[in-house]
């Protein structure tokens, strides 16, 4: 539907608030771009703990907890998924500062750039928060001369850390998550085909709770 000068509702909109439009996207791009640089960092670590850590006797069971073995298996996996999750965050980083068509900048929303930003940010920080196991892991293999009350030690520091973030930032995690299960409920129809099926199971859990209130 146009108006009498050709124009769409959508268009219009655009061109009164182009400058705010390109204001708001630039701030996003300068976001995603230092956080690109941190994932780039962390995932550079994570290839190069799982190619270093040195391999051998892993059949004994001189270590605390587990056998040799299994810290093995706990730290590639560790490792793995903290990598792949670092990965995908770079890839919602770059689809954040690259845009959508580059003859018409204005097709991609800045709420659908926020949407990915936020999940660029749970990725990095669930990737972040798979390389403490791999430290631990690490500390286990590598040290395991060492007594056994440095590993609670580890623990108990990493914990309090994870404690200390989660006091800090509450209201900031509960404001992603209401900003994405927002934007889930609120999008248009042409929404991504990967984000079909989690809104549907969304919108069921919200009837579904609906129903029980």
């Known amino acids: 539907m146009k108006n009498k000068d ?6 219009l909109f655009y061109q009164t608030h182009e400058i705010l439009h390109k204001e708001s996207i630039s701030g996003l791009q300068a976001t995603a771009n230092t956080l690109l640089v941190v994932a780039t960092l962390v995932i550079g670590l994570g290839i190069t703990g799982g190619m270093t850590i040195p391999i051998g006797n892993i059949d004994g069971r001189n270590t605390p907890f587990f056998s040799r073995k299994i810290w093995y298996t706990f730290f590639f996996l560790s490792v793995a998924l903290g990598t792949c999750l670092c990965a995908s965050s770079m890839f919602f980083y770059t ?3 690259l845009p959508v068509c ?3 900048a204005e097709e991609e929303s800045v709420r659908l ?5 936020v999940f660029g940010n749970v990725s990095l920080f669930a990737s972040l928060g798979l390389m403490f196991p791999a ?3 690490t500390s286990v293999l590598i040290f395991e001369f060492l007594s056994s ?3 609670y030690f580890i623990s108990g520091l990493g914990l309090m850390v994870f404690v200390v973030h989660l006091t800090l930032d509450y209201n900031r995690w509960i404001g992603i998550a209401c900003s ?3 934007y889930m409920e609120d999008a248009p129809s042409n ?3 990967m984000l079909r099926p989690i809104c549907k199971i969304y919108l069921l859990f919200l009837t579904f709770s609906k129903k029980k209130a």
């Open 95 to 97: 689809s954040v500062i």
């Open 191 to 193: 929404r991504p085909i």
């Open 6 to 11: 050709g124009v769409t509702p959508k268009e």
């Open 149 to 151: 009350w440095i590993l």
């Open 135 to 137: 430290l631990i892991c």
């Open 113 to 117: 750039r926020l949407t990915k930003l």
């Open 180 to 182: 994405v299960l927002s």
């Open 102 to 104: 580059w003859a018409r």
